[in-house]
């Protein structure tokens, strides 16, 4: 008997919708997103090896990984904020800051901790997002489609399979809603915290692994880092051969910053972006298997605040390090904040994968 072929099964096409209107243009002296261990697959490995057969490979649980130096320092291939292997940079690499999530689609979103993003589409809940193709994002579009072969339908399979265990187990207990229902009802909803539903997520300790730590550009030669400092939080100037300089310390505000007008606009734009964002529904469902109450919805508004929590008190602090008082925010601090919260909410686990 003959072999089903799959070689014809269509690949499946990519959500873009979420890049729509965001200019972008990488920052020659950034190099922020280098300050990590890259996922490598096969024909990434295979390319790497022929240009540095030194490379040093590293397991994190089960992903194949390039090692970083130590102590928080970047990849092992930035070289004075260059990289060493260019051409032959892994799929991450390429493809930074587009992050595709697979899910019951795949969906292609951008990591806004990058500085080279233009953060105007984020604006009155993304109606200021242009319909126009996303131009700026063609490079890495290209890359992401190379990887696109009919195999990804396995993890998309796997990830349909994961989302019916879970839809089961939570409508069992009357607490499922459909994903476009929490974004219905929410959509209604004012995003932005209040004052009671403020609360401060402490960065982690730096002797817990500086690597660990939130970061951002700073216009720095290394990136920033916050962790928990005695009486405040600490900044740390992050080297690229491992170790931090201690740069200044700043008290996050224990209650709701006031916002400027412009400032109100972007934060709710952004979290409006979030309630798009496929991964973000899916980690909401993973994380609720671990609670007995609340709905979806419930869960999903609280995971809101939070992340609107942690964007206010980090551009907070970071107002602060520049020597203002913070007791007002504008939108250039709900900036700093988005651009040192983004990635970090991003790497949460979700029942999805990403590509
Ligand atoms: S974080 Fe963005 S701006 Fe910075 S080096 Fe990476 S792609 Fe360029
Ligand atoms: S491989 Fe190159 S682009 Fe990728 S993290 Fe390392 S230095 Fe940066």
């Known amino acids: 008997m003959e072999r089903p072929s799959h070689t014809h099964r269509p690949v499946p096409e990519i959500d873009v919708a979420l890049l729509s209107g965001f200019g972008f243009s990488c920052l020659p002296d950034c190099g922020l997103c280098c300050f990590t261990s890259p996922r490598l697959d096969r024909d990434d490995e295979t390319r790497l090896h022929a240009v540095a057969p030194q490379a040093r490979i590293a397991l994190e649980g089960r992903e194949t990984c390039l090692a970083a130096r130590p102590e928080g320092g970047a990849c092992q291939f930035l ?20 992050s595709v999530h697979i899910g019951t689609r795949l969906q292609a979103t951008v990591v806004l901790s ?11 809940n993304g109606s200021a997002r242009s ?36 839809a089961r187990g939570l409508e069992d207990q009357g607490r499922w809603v459909e994903e476009e229902e929490v974004r219905r009802r ?39 880092a916050l962790a928990q400092g005695l009486g405040g939080w600490e ?23 006031t916002l400027d007008e412009d400032a109100e606009a972007l934060l709710s734009g952004y979290l409006g972006y979030w309630l798009a964002r496929d991964g973000f529904l899916a980690a909401v469902h993973l994380a609720m298997l671990s609670t007995t109450e609340g709905t979806v919805v419930d869960a999903t508004l609280d995971d809101l605040h939070a992340i609107g929590s942690t964007v206010l008190a980090r551009g907070s602090v970071r107002s602060k390090l520049r020597g203002n008082p913070g007791a007002r925010l504008t939108r250039a601090d709900v900036e700093a904040g988005i651009r ?16």
């Open 235 to 257: 900044a740390l100037e992050l080297s690229a051969e491992g170790g931090a300089r201690p740069i200044g310390i700043a008290v996050p505000p224990d209650r709701l910053p």
């Open 114 to 124: 990058c500085p080279g993003l233009r953060l105007n589409a984020l604006v009155s």
């Open 131 to 166: 319909p126009a193709p996303p131009s700026d994002f063609e490079s890495e579009l290209a890359s992401v489609r190379q990887r696109l072969t009919p195999a990804v339908e396995r993890p998309r399979s796997e990830a349909e399979r994961r989302r019916r265990r879970i």
């Open 340 to 355: 040192a919260t983004d990635q970090d909410w991003l790497d949460r686990p979700t029942w999805g994968s990403r590509l």
């Open 186 to 224: 929410l959509g209604k909803r004012r995003l932005v915290p209040a004052p009671e539903d403020y609360h401060l997520e402490e960065p982690p300790l730096a002797e817990e692994g500086l690597e660990r730590l939130p970061i951002y550009y700073d216009g720095r030669p290394g990136p920033m």
């Open 79 to 98: 070289d004075h904020l260059r990289c060493a292997v260019h051409a032959a940079r892994p799929a991450p690499c390429r493809e930074f800051p587009v």
